[in-house]
Structure formats: C-alpha cells, structure tokens
C-alpha cells in the first residue's frame, strides 16, 4: 500500500538557493520509491520549489481562512492554488500555540477545501494530557476533531480532500517519538470516529512527532499508519530518502 509523506520544512531552509537544492535532492530520491511524497516549504520558497518538482507534490504549511481581499500578511487558498500547491497543513500544533484557535482551523479547512486543496489536519494532545492515560488523549483528540470539523459536510463526495496527522505535541522535535503500539491505538480511535461522521469509508491518519529515518519504518510498516508528517529529518537529503523507503514499497 503507497503511504504519503510529507516534508514539513517549517521555517527552513536559509535561502532560496538552498531550499531548491534541498527540493532537488528530494525529487531526485523520490524516483526509487512508490509512496507519494510532499515537500512543504515557507511560503517564500513556493514558486521557486515547485520548479523543480515532477513527481513529488508541493504542499503549504498554512492557508489564511479568509479569502481574497484587505487582509495584509495572510496567503490565500486561491494564491496557493494558483501557485501550483496541492496540499496544505492545517493545525499544527505550532500554529496552534501561536494562538489558532479550533473556529479558526475549521475555517481554514473550509476555505481550503472549497478551492480543492487536499487538507492535512493536525490533532494531537500535550504530555499534560497523555500522562493521565490512553483515555484521556483520545478524549482530547476527538474534541478537536469535533470543533475543526463542525459544519463540514458532504466529506462522501472529497473522499480525498481529508487527512489526519496524528502528532502528539510531546513528541514534536523532542526526540521522543511515541510507540509505534500508541500510535496506532490512536489512529484507530481517529478512523473510528472519522468514518461514520464524515462518511468517509477509509480516511487516512499519518503520524508524525519526531519521525527520523532509525525509527520511520517501526511506525510506516503498520497497515493502520497511512503515512508520516516529518520535521527536521526531511532537512537531511540521505535521511528523508530513508524514510521514503522506509515502508517496503521502494524499488530496489
């Protein structure tokens, strides 16, 4: 089964120059495997990244919820559209401490999906929730997702416009990746409570939060992970081509 993995560069590379060459060496690498892979740079970096690519998709990691009009600093879906962007990253847990709001994620989500944008949300709990136990994280996962998605309906008829990452804010750039055994019980509760509320009858769950190419295949192996939001390790050309493969599907 082809995983999707995404290459979330946050506020990386330096330069022009470097995120091109970065994006080349990705392009390059994506050639020897089967998995779709999506490379999401800063917005600066968008026009000249997307030159470069064939294979691989170019992502954004935000969408403003307003659309074209008197809002200074704020990037569009129409723009990001017209940029040659496929997918955009909505709710990171970054964004979210920034002060992003569950109302203003669901209408990012609105926004982007009604310019035919495939969505990648963000929901995961802080370790104050995690170390009260399993039951507690779902808790805290299903009422984000609950919020990020009122009102969205007819999700039958995008069946692709929709992907969960799971990213447990613990586990994002600490170096401490959750058990591939949690993840996966996490997922199952997302898919769970995604299938007969949004009608989608197979939804996709990444999992993401300190994914590097030692620990990738653990968590890309497992039929109920569909795929992997990757950090920092996606900055490392010869890393992310690890985890690329990581899954089994590489040719050799």
């Known amino acids: 089964m082809k995983k999707l993995i995404v290459a979330n560069w946050k506020a990386n590379p330096d330069s022009v120059r470097r995120a091109v060459s970065l994006a080349f060496a990705i392009e390059s690498s994506a050639k020897y495997s089967k998995n779709k892979i999506v490379i999401a740079p800063p917005f600066p970096f968008l026009a000249a990244v997307k030159k470069v690519l064939r294979r691989v998709k170019l992502g954004a990691q935000n969408v403003s919820e307003n659309y074209h009009g008197p809002y200074t600093g704020e990037v569009t879906a129409e723009e990001l559209k017209d940029l040659g962007v496929s997918y955009v990253i909505v709710g990171h ?50 009422e984000q997702l609950q919020k990020d998605l009122k009102g969205i309906e007819n999700w039958k008829l995008k069946i692709e416009n929709l992907i969960v990452a799971y990213e447990p804010v613990w586990a994002i750039g600490t170096g401490r990746a959750d058990k591939p055994q949690d993840a996966i019980q996490m997922i199952r509760f997302i898919k ?29 192996n497992q039929k109920e992970i569909d795929g992997a939001l990757v950090g920092g390790a996606s900055l490392k050309p010869k890393k992310f081509q690890k985890i690329i493969q990581a899954s089994g599907n590489a040719i050799a």
């Open 192 to 220: 769970k409570f995604l299938n007969p509320k949004s009608y989608i009858l197979n939804p996709k769950v990444l999992y993401g939060g300190s994914v590097t190419a030692k620990n990738a295949a653990k968590f890309l």
């Open 93 to 142: 847990s970054e964004r979210r401490s920034l002060g992003e709001t569950d109302l203003i994620i669901n209408k990012k989500i609105k926004a982007a999906i009604k310019k035919n944008l495939k969505v990648i949300l963000c929901v995961g709990e802080p370790w104050s929730v995690r170390k009260k136990g399993i039951r507690a994280a779902e808790k805290f996962v299903r």
